[in-house]
């Protein structure tokens, strides 16, 4: 089974933080996303990586960066973090080009205070 | 307006019910997903169809690709059914989904 693992369930940080949310997958997939869900607003595109040290940016990139330095860890910066950035965040991975299935990980709640 | 539309927003029946949620959407697309999201957050992708019928069990997803219409069915509904259920359709750039905003079923006894 394809496993997509997030490295916080909750997180809890300050105005002003840098908070780094890291996701692993185990299948060699080429394709990672990161993904802010909020109520009414279903899942909102941050960033993506099609390949190692390529990203592209989503629909709201505004206040995150990402890093892939290896293929099977993408990480989500929150460089300064504020109280908007309150949300869950899901990462997924999906194997080649075109995207197909998408496999999510458990989500990060994450609270700025 | 948003790209992908579900209704209804949140559904309640009783075990046994068939179920129907619905998913219309406005842009040209290659495929569309059907997603379910259990409390807690875990999402598990249930089907991706570009045309026609698909079936898995109780669940049975349909698309009109002509107008731009997915239904997902649930044949004889259970409390384990209960989580919100979300439409997602993939378009021009290829590995990019665009959402739904998720339809919340609960199914009571």
């Known amino acids: 089974d394809v496993k997509v693992t997030q490295s916080s369930r909750y997180l809890v940080k300050r105005t002003g933080e840098k908070v780094f949310l890291e996701c692993v997958q185990d299948m060699d997939h080429e394709n990672m996303f990161w993904y802010r869900q909020d109520p009414g607003l279903g899942l909102r595109l941050i960033y993506f990586?099609?390949?190692?040290?390529?990203?592209e940016k989503g629909d709201i990139p505004e206040g995150y960066s990402v890093s892939r330095e290896k293929k099977e860890r993408f990480s989500l910066i929150l460089e300064s973090a504020s109280t908007n950035q309150t949300s869950m965040y899901l990462c997924?991975?999906?194997?080649?080009?075109?995207?197909?299935?998408?496999?999510f990980g458990a989500g990060t709640r994450l609270s700025v205070l | 307006k948003n790209e992908v539309e579900q209704s209804p927003q949140n559904l309640t029946a009783q075990e046994g019910e068939f179920i129907t949620i619905n998913c219309s959407y406005s842009v040209g697309i290659s495929a569309l997903h059907w997603l379910q999201q259990h409390p807690g957050g875990g999402i598990v992708s249930l089907f991706m169809?570009?045309?026609g019928k698909k079936k898995h069990g109780r669940l049975i997803a349909t698309i009109n690709i002509q107008e731009k219409h997915s239904s997902l069915h649930i044949t004889a509904s259970h409390p384990r059914d209960s989580a919100v259920y979300i439409c997602?359709?993939?378009?021009?750039?290829?590995?990019?989904?665009?959402f739904g905003t998720g339809t919340r079923l609960q199914v009571t006894l």
């Open positions: 990586s099609y390949d190692v040290k390529m990203k």
């Open positions: 169809l570009s045309s």
């Open positions: 997602a359709v993939r378009g021009g750039t290829a590995s990019k989904l665009t």
């Open positions: 997924a991975s999906s194997p080649g080009w075109g995207g197909l299935i998408q496999y």
